[in-house]
């Protein structure tokens, strides 16, 4: 299975914009590049998901580099809420029906007042 | 639309007993998978039902089993508890088996 590289940690200051990376340079043609954040004592919360072309939501951007062996996901203006571990996930669907998926340790973003 | 609910949200266990865990998936939602999340092996899936099939399942051994009823709600069994089952069990619903999942708030077990 094709894996993901996020750094451990990042912080960032309140009510600016957060770039989260993800590396995936072993992704195939038909593997979906998702993002899932989980909040403390919560389970994780989808927040975007794209194949190719960059995806906007009303949570965050997704821009997928043009050889898709990386990714980063744009919070444009964090608030403390946003504070979580953010999970790369690649899969070949859009769904998770997958034994061998994991979502691995991810990014933990802390948001500074 | 209410989200995933799971019940209980925590509960507490001797070994050798064996545990039952609810799910109701978003309103309309067919699918519902099961995960297990612990701190060493992070997020692990379990097994998907769709239509009160099982379509997939996990490496896990056969103390786990669940099932779905007809109204696409699902419980998942744990049979012979062991130390090591002490998890956050989360459950995910999808419209279809090949949409994005939707996580419930997860039922934290500690076995004892």
């Known amino acids: 299975d094709a894996k993901t590289t996020q750094p451990n940690s990042m912080e960032s200051n309140e009510e600016e914009p957060v770039h989260l990376p993800c590396n995936h340079s072993?992704?195939?043609?038909?593997?979906?590049i998702h993002w899932y954040r989980q909040l403390p004592s919560q389970g994780p919360e989808y927040v975007i998901h794209g194949l190719t072309s960059n995806v906007n939501n009303r949570m965050a951007s997704l821009a997928i580099a043009e050889d898709r062996k990386s990714s980063t996901l744009i919070l444009h203006r964090a608030t403390l809420r946003d504070a979580a571990v953010y999970y790369c996930i690649l899969n070949k669907w859009a769904n998770f029906g997958n034994e061998k998926l994991t979502f691995g340790t991810g990014t933990r973003l802390t948001i500074i007042p | 639309k209410a989200g995933v609910t799971q019940t209980p949200r925590y509960l507490i266990k001797t070994r050798g007993q064996q545990v039952t865990l609810s799910c109701s998936p978003i309103?309309?939602?067919?699918?519902v998978s099961w995960y297990q999340q612990t701190p060493g092996q992070g997020l692990q899936f379990l097994f998907e039902y769709f239509s009160e099939t099982q379509r997939n399942k996990g490496n896990f051994p056969g103390r786990f089993s669940g099932r779905q009823f007809s109204n696409s709600r699902s419980e998942m069994n744990v049979s012979t508890l062991e130390l090591g089952d002490s998890a956050l069990y989360l459950c995910?619903?999808?419209?279809?088996?090949?949409?994005?999942?939707?996580f419930g708030p997860g039922t934290r077990l500690l076995v004892l």
């Open positions: 309103s309309g939602h067919r699918s």
């Open positions: 995910a619903s999808s419209l279809d088996v090949q949409e994005t999942q939707y």
């Open positions: 072993t992704i195939s043609g038909t593997d979906y």
